[in-house]
């Protein structure tokens, strides 16, 4: 795993893997990975919530979990900007890992396709496709959005692209 | 019509001349004016109208001219039966627009489009779209253009993603709907041709192909920007998408090689003109060869811009591939084998030489034929 910060590295060695190989498609099988997911997030979201950095907040958004909806959050500054999050789950998961998308920050960024989908590191999908099935939702939060944020708000923030919802204009506007 | 036309203002011209009254000529001018304005709306509405048949007569007005002389010149078997042929294009952009283009020009039967996109500025460094199309989804852009280019062609245009759950559905069910053509077995398409950008909609009309036992083509630009590939895939005989990992997670190259610094992948801009105009062309040239059963149909073909060179290959299946789809189909195509190897065989007796009768024995003038070649010795001119 190299080229991966330390702190992101250590992190996803504790989130729980996940074991069906099951994708939105498979029924009954789906409904056995759904319920892997939602332990690897909670559990996720109790390791960060311990280290004082709780940065996310999703759940699906259909009953058949594939759509998930929700929020993260960045602090820069000591200042802590708050973005929409949003995904579907692909057919083809867990073999393709889900787009993770910040619609409100669709066209202030070069590191950003069409809808908002984050560009993920050259090292994202090899790591996936080496770890398939094991990965989940928390492993994809864990490993693409983190860093994408980590490394992309400052440099909105610094250049005025985004603005805290303190100022004038709330950070839902350029 | 526009003749018709000019010989009504040529009739009234005559007219007018031929008049003693110069108190009429406002209104016949008038009248001049209004035909001569209707002439000119006719010539921008030259439209090719739909055809019956196509016809092989070189004439200007015969849009397909040119290409029945495939015909003629013995490359092709029945061209027109290009008109039968459904193909399905997912992927509306760079390489994907080109190739309906000239499916539509080469009078393909039925096209179906998918994209989710929406054409703008960024896009004019290719081919097909324009600028005042700008704004509008690639789907509707291209039928815009495709059905006047060519009215004959019938276009379904489809702007969903295909790797969501629902969008999957919708492409799924579009694929096996046989309402162009009720005979076909199997799916309703011939052909599907990839000319997506991206791994995961790749993977997921692999899916789709290895569950409907559907032929495809997948074609694509390689991350590192400087070459293209187009390669046939048939389920169960050849590798699938999913059979061999793509190279950087296969051979452990260091990601970095693919990426240079401070360019991310997503304003990647893809644009060496070379590659976008070419690979459509080498793609839509196989699918011909394909559909209409004239020349080899490669099973891969590569193209290395930096130094102009086409590798060719062929991929078998893996047997252990992670995709069960593709592990049936190659179940299915090995239990047909005995089949196949009946049938090849019988054509081969079907198609050999038999003894050619001759034609003429003997003829007035003694020309004989030497079937042992050319003999210096023999010939009475020294």
């Known amino acids: 795993m190299e080229g991966w910060d330390p702190t992101t590295k250590s992190t996803l060695t504790q989130i729980p893997l996940l074991s069906v190989k099951a994708g939105p498609r498979d029924g009954g099988a789906w ?9 690897a997030l909670i559990a996720y979201t109790s390791m960060n919530k311990a280290k004082d950095n709780d940065w996310f907040r999703i759940s699906a958004a259909n009953p058949e979990g594939t759509r998930w909806t929700g929020k ?39 590191k950003m396709y069409r809808g908002g989908k984050i ?20 492993h994809a939060l864990c490993l693409g959005l983190a860093p994408w944020l980590a490394a992309e708000i400052p440099i909105l923030v610094d250049s005025g692209m985004i603005k805290h919802k303190d100022d004038a204009s709330s950070s839902n506007e350029s | 019509m526009e003749g018709e036309l000019k010989e009504l203002l040529s009739d009234i011209k005559t007219l007018k001349n031929s008049l003693p009254d110069r108190s009429q000529y406002a209104l016949i001018e008038n009248g001049q004016g209004s035909v001569q304005k209707s002439g000119g709306f006719v010539k921008n509405f030259i439209v090719k109208c739909s055809i019956q048949d196509m016809n092989a007569e070189v004439v200007d007005s015969n849009p397909y001219s040119r290409l029945m002389a495939l015909q003629k010149m013995g490359i092709v078997d029945n061209y027109e039966r290009i008109r039968e042929f459904s193909v399905a294009i997912v992927g509306i952009g760079g390489v994907g627009s080109v190739a309906t283009e ?22 004019m460094n290719r081919l097909f779209f324009r600028p005042k199309q700008a704004g509008l989804t690639k789907t509707d852009a291209a039928v815009q253009t495709l059905s006047d280019i060519n009215p004959d062609v019938v276009l379904e245009s489809y702007t969903l993603n295909i790797t969501t759950v629902r969008g999957f559905e919708t492409f799924m069910s579009s694929l096996r709907n046989k309402s162009f053509c009720s005979s076909k077995d199997g799916c309703g398409v011939d052909l599907v041709l990839s000319c997506v950008d991206n791994y995961e909609a790749r993977m997921v009309v692999n899916q789709a192909c290895n569950e409907l036992n559907q032929t495809w083509m997948e074609s694509g630009v390689s991350e590192n920007a400087v070459s293209g590939h187009i390669q046939l895939l048939i389920p169960g005989k050849t590798a699938c998408f999913a059979c061999a990992p793509p190279l950087v997670v296969a051979s452990g190259i260091d990601a970095h090689t693919l990426k240079r610094e401070g360019v991310c992948a997503a304003s990647l801009p893809t644009t060496m003109t070379t590659r976008w105009e070419l690979l459509p062309g080498l793609l839509v040239q196989n699918t011909l060869k394909y559909l209409l059963k004239f020349g080899h149909v490669t ?4 193209y290395n811009a930096l130094k102009d060179y086409f590798p060719t290959m062929e991929m078998k299946p893996n047997p252990q591939c992670s995709n069960s789809a593709c592990l049936e189909r190659q179940k299915e195509y090995a239990l047909a084998k005995p089949a196949r190897d009946a049938a090849a065989k019988a054509k081969m007796e079907a198609e050999a030489p038999s003894e050619t009768k001759c034609l003429h024995e003997d003829n007035e003038w003694n020309i004989r034929f030497s079937a042992g070649g050319y003999h210096p010795r023999a010939s009475k001119c020294r």
């Open chain 2, 299 to 302: 099973p891969y073909l590569g």
């Open chain 1, 72 to 110: 993260c959050w960045y602090i820069h500054n000591l200042l802590k900007y708050e973005f929409d999050l949003q995904f579907d789950i692909p057919v083809t998961y867990p073999a393709t890992a889900p787009e993770l998308e910040l619609p409100q920050l669709d066209g202030k960024t070069q």
């Open chain 1, 31 to 39: 409904t056995q990975r759904l319920k892997e997911e939602y332990k």
């Open chain 2, 102 to 123: 000239v499916l539509t020009r080469c009078g393909i039967g039925h096209l179906l489009l998918y994209d989710y996109d929406t054409v703008e500025l960024a896009n």
């Open chain 1, 119 to 138: 560009c993920l590191t050259v090292h994202f999908k090899p790591l996936w496709a080496k770890n398939c099935p094991r990965f989940g939702i928390a």
